[in-house]
């Protein structure tokens, strides 16, 4: 098979999301032309294939739980929005000092999100809930709000691997004959410029509250809207919920982990905690008579129906995913990294490689499963650091995986957010771009000294 027949999918995606703006019609016609491509140019079966991969994505327990629960996190959006919980505690935050000003909120969400390192998941939508009132408040775009968790969650996930993504990485570095694969991925965390630079833009954002490109026309937009919170009632009837959510999803990943919070079921977790949080959101609505139950159902349907814009994207991503991987698109984009490189051009092929796979694909993981066979035998043969060229890995894989159009984390943060979803990629490549052109640099000049 050719090889521009194999990258035609994801180039399509990006064509057709750049042109018409349009994120579902891209993943659609990137699917079809997957599907059309894996069966020789025959449209209609190619049209039947297309359905049956979006049924195949149900055939799978763990994406029906994290589909099912992307529409019942919009219910307890809903919900405690709707309540008054989230304006009672925007105004005891601000009482506090703790959130008092634009500066304030943003180091908010971001220290939500990086305290909430073990679970992805967890992190997006923790970060969201408690940050949403206050970025309307301070007039800050949504789209600022899906960066900072965006570029926040990713990241730290692998400057601070002790969760699932750290695990991960030990069992793929398992295979190699290294004195102590653990070791190997902590001393790789001082070298992975893409994650450091990336926070450093954040804290830089939040600290300043500059903002640049695209970014700047959705702070122009939301700055001439009118605020729009609901009247203050009870802080509880955010944080109750909000702490059966968060608490619900540690204590059920422990369980189904028999001990181990890293071997945990993450996508059972995130459902029945977000169920768990919505029956005591009802409770206590309920109780204190805030809502009738028709009421509180109907708030519950449109929190569902606000986001089932998001939830289909999340599902055509799934599917895009599976058809790419049986095309090959990533062991093509591989083909980047040559054979005959000057060893300082190592890492800075394998940290772009990966950023291309990342970024075509929308996967982080898979980007690591594919590259550490190929990167860490080039440690070996041009005798460099197993560290340096891990960390030119792991970067590679965080910069697709919070900036990709097909990426869940990145649509998973527009979700959370409520930010539109081409809004929040195109505010956001701009940032990722020039801080992988920076590591990028850094990589040479660390090889050219060091190796």
């Known amino acids: 098979m050719s090889s521009f027949l194999t990258l035609l999918p994801p180039l399509l995606a990006i064509a057709i999301a750049l042109w018409k703006r349009e994120v579902i019609l891209a993943l659609l016609v990137s699917l079809f032309s997957a599907e059309l491509i894996l069966l020789n140019g025959q449209p209609a079966s190619a049209f039947t294939a297309v359905m049956e991969r979006i049924v195949a994505v149900f055939a799978d327990a763990g994406n029906t739980r994290i589909l099912i629960f992307s529409l019942l996190i919009g219910a307890l959006i809903a919900l405690v929005r709707d309540s008054g919980g989230v304006s009672a505690l925007v105004m005891w935050l601000e009482k506090k000092g703790w959130a008092d000003s634009a500066r304030k909120s943003s180091w908010l969400c971001i220290v939500v999100s990086v305290v909430l390192f073990i679970e992805s998941t967890l992190s997006i939508f923790t970060s969201a809930l408690v940050s949403i009132g206050l970025f309307d408040k301070y007039k800050m775009s949504r789209a600022r709000l899906a960066y900072f968790i965006d570029s926040t969650c990713p990241p730290v996930k692998t400057l601070l691997p002790l969760n699932a993504w750290g695990a991960l990485l030990l069992g793929l570095l398992a295979p190699f004959a290294l004195p102590n694969s653990a070791e190997t991925l902590v001393r790789s965390i001082p070298l992975n410029f893409y994650s450091w630079i990336t926070l450093a833009f954040v804290a830089y954002t939040a600290y300043s509250g500059r903002v640049f490109g695209s970014m700047q026309e959705s702070e122009s937009r939301v700055a001439a809207q009118p605020g729009s919170l609901v009247s203050a009632t009870k802080k509880r009837f955010f944080v109750l919920p909000m702490f059966t959510l968060v608490a619900g ?95 300082w051009l190592v890492a800075p092929m394998i940290f772009i490689s990966g950023c291309f796979i990342s970024f075509a694909t929308g996967t982080s993981w898979g980007t690591f499963a594919i590259m550490m066979p190929i990167a860490m035998p080039f440690a070996f043969a041009f005798d460099m650091p197993p560290e340096f060229v891990l960390s030119a890995v792991i970067g590679g894989g965080v910069f697709g995986d919070h900036c990709s159009g097909i990426s869940d984390t990145a649509i998973l943060s527009s979700l959370a957010s409520g930010c539109d979803h081409y809004e929040h990629v195109n505010t956001q490549l701009p940032y990722a771009l020039v801080a992988a052109g920076l590591s990028i640099g850094l990589y040479i000049i660390t090889g050219l000294i060091f190796l």
């Open 249 to 343: 999803m540690i204590a059920i990943m422990w369980l189904t982990g028999n001990g181990n919070i890293l071997d945990g079921n993450s996508s059972k977790a995130v459902l029945w905690s977000v169920m768990l949080a919505i029956l005591v959101a009802y409770i206590l609505l309920r109780s204190h008579r805030i809502r009738k139950h028709a009421e509180l159902v109907k708030i519950s349907f449109q929190g569902m129906a606000d986001l089932l814009t998001m939830v289909t994207l999340v599902l055509l991503a799934i599917a895009l995913g599976a058809a790419l991987k049986e095309l090959g698109t990533a062991q093509v984009i591989t083909s980047i990294v040559g054979d005959f490189l000057p060893v």
